[in-house]
């Protein structure tokens, strides 16, 4: 598929989804939106496609919503509104929802619903320059939509600071919270060790680990978490890809799956 504001590509196994508005500063409407949409989808389709990079073009990750997109909104009505939020949503679930492992690259500015993109990554590298801003009731707006993943990834104490103020904070101040895992230099070198990590991991084990995560987020510990933990393992022990990687270490060789980034 042609799009107009995203690009994607796929190369031995990685999947490159480019924001592609560098003269907006990759804000996004709702044909961004809905082409995100689609490229999420074909990746968690494409067999091929084991780990997934959300990068962006430009000095900016992106600097949130539109600004035109938004002043439409404020012409709708009611149901108009609460069919573009749900598409929103659903991009942010998408994301969130992937089989597949996620990385994001966070240059320069990332305001408003890109903190939402962030926040439903797996893991998510920044520039030392880069910043966050929640910045949705300095124009009278809230963050609705992205705030479960964020109060995620930063917690509810933060959330209710940085929500709240829309104050912009560094990247630094966001590897402290939770929201960054790493700040680099260069976004190559740190990506190209990360892929070869994920490349040289069993697909479906990481797929049914992200499940796990997301099944076992916030349970209490008891009978019912103790079971689903009990099944998880039975099932991807006599899996396909289980077997051949307990035979694989016993017999001191590469599993099937291994593979290096080019």
């Not at 600004?67 to 939020?85: C, P």
């Not at 942010?92 to 990385?103: C, F, H, N, Q, Y």
């Not at 479906?204 to 009978?223: F, G, H, N, W």
Request: charged share 25%.
């Amino acid at each position: 598929m042609n799009y107009q504001y995203i690009t994607l590509e796929t190369n031995d196994g990685v999947a490159t989804l480019t924001l592609n508005r560098p003269e907006v500063h990759n804000a996004f409407d709702d044909v961004m939106i809905g082409e995100l949409i689609d490229a999420l989808t074909q990746v968690e389709q494409d067999n091929e496609a084991r780990v997934l990079v959300l990068r962006s073009n430009g000095r900016n990750f992106s600097a949130g919503a539109d600004l035109g997109w938004m002043r439409s909104m404020a012409d709708k009505n009611y149901d108009e509104n609460i069919a573009d939020a749900s598409e929103l949503a659903r991009l942010m679930a998408t994301l969130d929802e992937l089989s597949k492992p996620t990385i994001a690259l966070v240059q320069g500015a990332a305001f408003g619903g890109a903190v939402g993109l962030a926040a439903c990554s797996d893991i998510v590298l920044a520039e030392e320059r880069s910043s966050f801003c929640l910045s949705e009731v300095k124009i009278g707006l809230i963050p609705a939509v992205i705030s479960p993943y964020v109060m995620r990834a930063i917690g509810t104490r933060q959330s209710r600071r940085y929500m709240l103020t829309a104050e912009r904070f560094s990247a630094a101040q966001a590897q402290q919270m939770g929201l960054v895992h790493d700040i680099v230099d260069d976004f190559d070198s740190a990506l190209d060790d990360l892929l070869a990590t994920f490349l040289a991991n069993s697909p479906a084990a990481v797929s049914a680990c992200k499940q796990l995560i997301a099944d076992i987020d916030q349970q209490p510990i008891a009978a019912e978490s103790q079971r689903l933990t009990i099944e998880r393992i039975a099932e991807i022990r006599v899996s396909a890809e289980g077997q051949e990687g307990l035979t694989a270490f016993l017999e001191k060789r590469s599993p099937n799956w291994k593979k290096d980034p080019q």
